[in-house]
T-cell receptor, first 109, second 115 residues
Framework: RKEVEQDPGPFNVPEGATVAFNCTYS??????FFWYRQDCRKEPKLLMS???SGNEDGRFTAQLNRASQYISLLIRDSKLSDSATYLC??????????FGTGTQLKVEL | DAGVIQSPRHEVTEMGQEVTLRCKPI?????LFWYRQTMMRGLELLIY????????DSGMPEDRFSAKMPNASFSTLKIQPSEPRDSAVYFC?????????????FGPGTRLLVL
């Protein structure tokens, strides 16, 4: 089983739609969780951290479910500029991040 | 402020040649990471340094790969000899401290094509 699993998509949604991605992980010892965003042919950038209590940043909401070992990202009122690949990231062993292969989102007019 | 700087941005080489990728981390950052990204395997950590010392190189694929960090502002990743399966985007990232949960800032990447 992969350490981090994501549906590769693509998720094609109309502008204004709400879309959600899930990510499952296998290492129950993982302590920190993040969502990174990667635009086409660009570098990954931190979108937000994910906390057990859930956290929100504008149109973006992230949730962590430790019992079921998954994290989620909800995007409300999707914009064209949200089109990107969203990478699920968590701390593995030591001082390392483990990246999922990403979920591609395409927001269309 | 300048972000992480990588050079070259693109590299095309022939199988068997030596390839050297360069990275300048953000000033003041103590940790530096080298990643490789491919469509099939996603983003994989190759090696990381803390205070210029290699901490974990378990992701380095084989002896053909080597990395150095001679000072706080410069690191290299070398592939010798290169093979077509090394074709990928190589990212360098840096973070302020030595904790995994600290934000990593990525450079623009080097797109390597080995023919």
């Amino acid at each position: 089983r992969k350490e981090v699993e994501q549906d590769p998509g693509p998720f094609n949604v109309p502008e204004g739609a709400t879309v959600a991605f899930n990510c499952t992980y296998s290492n129950s010892a993982s302590q920190s969780f993040f969502w990174y965003r990667q635009d086409c042919r660009k570098e990954p950038k931190l979108l937000m951290s994910v906390y057990s209590s859930g956290n929100e940043d504008g149109r973006f909401t992230a949730q962590l479910n430790r019992a079921s070992q998954y994290i989620s990202l909800l995007i409300r009122d999707s914009k064209l500029s949200d089109s990107a690949t969203y990478l699920c990231v968590l701390t593995g062993g030591g001082n390392k991040l483990t990246f999922g292969t990403g979920t591609q989102l395409k927001v269309e007019l | 402020d300048a972000g992480v700087i990588q050079s070259p941005r693109h590299e095309v080489t022939e199988m068997g040649q030596e390839v050297t990728l360069r990275c300048k981390p953000i000033s003041g950052h103590n940790s530096l990471f080298w990643y490789r990204q491919t469509m099939m395997r996603g983003l994989e950590l190759l090696i990381y340094f803390n205070n210029n010392v290699p901490i974990d190189d378990s992701g380095m694929p084989e002896d053909r790969f080597s990395a150095k960090m001679p000072n706080a502002s410069f690191s290299t990743l070398k592939i010798q000899p290169s093979e077509p399966r090394d074709s990928a985007v190589y990212f360098c990232a840096s973070s302020r401290g030595g904790l995994a949960e600290e934000t990593q800032y990525f450079g623009p990447g080097t797109r390597l094509l080995v023919l």
